[in-house]
């Protein structure tokens, strides 16, 4: 029975471990898109911020899952 309770925590750490780094490549994605918009004209200071703050409370948000 030890070794079926091993294999889950592993696999849930696992999985933790893939969600915060998928969460983490999206976020660097939001972030360089912001900056990209944002230096063709298309997204404003304001809009531009509240992207960059919404891709670094992702961010926290990712590392607090592990």
Known sequence: MKP???LQ???Q???RALLV???EQG???L???GVRLYARGY???IEVRLLLGFASDLR???QSLL
């Open 4 to 6: 079926i309770i091993t």
């Open 31 to 33: 972030i360089k898109a």
């Open 21 to 23: 780094i998928a969460l």
């Open 13 to 15: 750490r696992g999985y």
């Open 43 to 45: 997204l404003g200071g």
């Open 9 to 11: 925590s592993l696999a």
């Open 60 to 62: 926290h948000r990712s």
């Open 27 to 29: 976020s660097t994605l």
